[in-house]
């Protein structure tokens, strides 16, 4: 993006966007696997005990990750299908919900250990068979919680090959 415009789109959003008062933006975002998995990617910290976690998007809010652990080459990827299971409701609770799907008992008990062997990222937590997503705190971390504020509804649904963000962001006058 040219510089002198984000410039100009980071005073406008420091200042509440006074210009821009009274808008509202209506957008269905659909989000590559390819992006998703780059984002991802970037969460993960170097040396830690995942070496690497590749989504894939289903069809019917369904989403397979593939987790590879640190601990050996020789370990295949561990496959776990998720399933959306309760959208957040800004402002309130920004917190998206996935539940494990279709888990093989290995795989349920590998998720319900795995916090006490790895260190999630600050907004993520494991609860049996429950994964939480906190939108506010993973975006704070990025120092982009801000942006949240504008949001005033969110709704996250999958397609084969990407996640769709359902967004409307509202500008107060």
């Keep these: ?9 980071q005073r406008q959003q420091r200042d509440g966007f006074p210009d821009l008062g009274g808008s509202e933006v209506v957008a269905t975002i659909p989000v590559s696997e390819r992006l998703v998995n780059e984002a991802v990617a970037t969460l993960l910290p170097p040396g830690g005990k995942v070496r690497e976690v590749e989504i894939r998007a289903e069809a019917d809010n369904r989403l397979t990750a593939r987790v590879r652990l640190s601990v050996s080459t020789l370990l295949p990827a561990i496959p776990v299908t998720l399933a959306i299971e309760e959208q957040p409701r800004l402002p309130e609770h920004p ?4 539940r494990l799907a279709q888990a093989s008992g290995f ?4 998720a319900s250990t795995l916090p006490s062997m790895v260190t999630l990222p600050p907004g993520i937590s494991i609860e049996g068979e429950h994964i939480r997503l906190d939108l506010r705190r993973l975006l704070a971390e990025r120092k982009l919680d801000s942006w949240l504020e504008y949001v005033t509804d969110l709704r996250i649904s999958t397609r084969a090959g990407a996640i769709v963000l359902h967004l409307r962001l509202t500008i107060g006058q």
């Design 95 to 98: 917190i998206l919900s996935l």
């Design 107 to 110: 795989v349920a008990l590998a």
């Design 1 to 9: 993006m040219n510089s002198v415009l984000l410039d100009l789109l």
